[in-house]
């Protein structure tokens, strides 16, 4: 198994492009979550789902969207990037209430 | 929402033992703890369950007082490979994927 894979692994955009971070897992998880991380902060869940179809926003939504349509992948949108979101982003996977199981992250910079 | 974590950093000489602490102000489904060293993902450690259950690593224990919303994970004997930063999710329902992460607690183990 390859568990949870995410690309690109880094990027760079400028301020007003748009673009799709990847995330597929391979252990037939429900439950998947996008969260981002801050240098030195802890993680700020973006949205998650709880199977495919449904998703819900987490507490900091805006300017990212989500779909899932199918069980394996999760793809995080940004629609016009924006300097605050340069951080990495994270996404987990799990199966019921047992643990996250997270991706090797992308690190995004915003110019 | 976000549980709160204290202290924000510890450091210990090898040997020595340390607790870190998660509070909530909302009644709580789960608490999980994990580890990130720096430039990986977060790594489980620990899962408590409202009701007792617990899973997790042999060597790893933490505790779960539900009437005060509080958690504890406990460090003994320490040695190098425990540095890191430690975070603590937490769920308030079960079932709806919506885990929200404390700001963490950097531990460095000393020589």
């Known amino acids: 198994n390859a568990g949870v894979t995410q690309t690109p692994k880094f990027q760079v955009l400028k301020t007003g492009q748009s673009m799709t971070l990847q995330c597929a897992q391979d252990?037939?998880?429900?439950?998947m979550s996008w969260y981002r991380q801050d240098p030195g902060m802890g993680l700020r869940l973006i949205h998650y789902s709880v199977g495919a179809g449904i998703t819900d926003q987490g507490e900091v939504p805006n300017g990212y969207n989500v779909s899932r349509s199918t069980t394996e992948d999760f793809p995080l949108r940004l629609l016009s990037a924006a300097p605050s979101q340069t951080s990495v982003y994270f996404c987990?996977?799990?199966?019921?209430?047992?643990?996250?199981?997270f991706g090797p992250g992308t690190r995004l910079t915003v110019t | 929402q976000q549980p709160v974590q204290s202290p924000q950093a510890v450091i210990l000489r090898e040997g020595e033992d340390a607790v870190i602490n998660c509070s909530s102000s909302?009644?709580?489904?789960?608490v999980h703890w994990y580890r990130q060293k720096h430039g990986e993902a977060p790594v489980f450690l620990m899962i408590?369950?409202?009701?007792?259950e617990q899973k997790g690593h042999e060597k790893i224990s933490a505790s779960f007082n539900e009437k005060k919303q509080q958690s504890s994970l406990y460090l003994t004997a320490s040695q190098l490979s425990y540095s890191g930063t430690y975070f603590c999710?937490?769920?308030?329902?079960?079932?709806?994927?919506?885990?929200?992460f404390g700001a963490g607690t950097r531990l460095t183990v000393k020589p």
């Open positions: 999710g937490t769920e308030a329902l079960r079932g709806n994927n919506d885990m929200r």
């Open positions: 408590l369950l409202k009701g007792g």
């Open positions: 909302k009644a709580l489904y789960s």
């Open positions: 252990m037939n998880h429900e439950y």
């Open positions: 987990a996977s799990r199966f019921g209430t047992d643990e996250q199981y």
